[in-house]
């Protein structure tokens, strides 16, 4: 097992590998392309925004190996805040083109209904019919944010949780899972959820 932890500006690193360690496993940093080849596990924190995010991929020249790594040789990753926003086509969020591996977009909650960001913990709920092999019970995450996905494919919809309506808490297809919460910050919940994505087996070449 080779567990990578994206490090780079926009990111919250060192808090997840302090969480992984914490879990027992054997973690690293990665801030070059040769650092994830032969993660057999890629996490991608996030704080900030997602122009943030892809700028600071791209200049570490880590978005053609990222999608090689998870496109094409199924290599298991866990997004997590930003990291899932990015993984779709487009954010309203500074207008930014993302990596459009998942099929939708990112929109801003309604700032004249709701406090925005929201901040603190919300229930999530799990869905029976994704086909994630992660399977968690509802229960309380913690939440950062003023953007949320909208999924275009029902399928990629892991969780959900609500503010001022219901809005995309995980999201998951094959080996991609990814998490609008901070596992990382959400106790034992999160910790658990952490540990199942850590176990799963490796499916790629």
């Known amino acids: 097992m080779k567990i990578k932890i994206i490090n780079y500006k926009a990111g919250n690193a060192p808090s997840v590998l302090h969480a992984v360690r914490h879990l027992g496993y054997s973690a690293d940093f990665a801030e070059t392309a040769d650092d994830l080849r032969g993660a057999t596990h890629i996490i991608l924190p996030g704080v900030?925004?997602?122009?943030?995010?892809?700028?600071?991929?791209?200049?570490?020249?880590?978005?053609?190996?990222?999608?090689?790594?998870?496109?094409?040789?199924?290599?298991?990753?866990?997004?997590?805040?930003?990291?899932?926003?990015?993984?779709?086509?487009?954010?309203?969020?500074?207008?930014?083109?993302?990596?459009?591996?998942?099929?939708?977009?990112?929109?801003?909650?309604?700032?004249?209904?709701?406090?925005?960001?929201?901040?603190?913990?919300?229930?999530?709920?799990?869905?029976?019919?994704?086909?994630?092999?992660?399977?968690?019970?509802?229960?309380?995450?913690?939440?950062?944010?003023?953007?949320?996905?909208?999924?275009?494919?029902?399928?990629?919809?892991?969780?959900?949780?609500?503010?001022g309506g219901e809005f995309a808490a995980a999201v998951s297809r094959e080996n991609i899972y990814a998490t609008q919460f901070h596992v990382e910050k959400s106790g034992e919940a999160g910790l658990a959820l952490l540990r199942e994505f850590l176990e799963l087996e490796v499916v790629g070449c």
């Open 48 to 163: 900030g925004s997602a122009k943030a995010t892809m700028d600071s991929l791209r200049a570490l020249g880590l978005l053609e190996v990222l999608e090689t790594a998870v496109l094409h040789k199924k290599t298991l990753f866990l997004g997590i805040c930003v990291g899932l926003q990015i993984l779709f086509e487009h954010s309203a969020e500074g207008d930014t083109e993302c990596l459009g591996w998942l099929k939708g977009r990112v929109v801003k909650f309604d700032t004249a209904r709701l406090r925005v960001p929201q901040m603190g913990w919300n229930q999530v709920q799990f869905s029976g019919n994704s086909n994630s092999a992660i399977k968690c019970k509802s229960d309380y995450f913690y939440f950062v944010n003023s953007y949320y996905a909208v999924p275009n494919n029902k399928s990629d919809l892991w969780g959900t949780a609500d503010y």
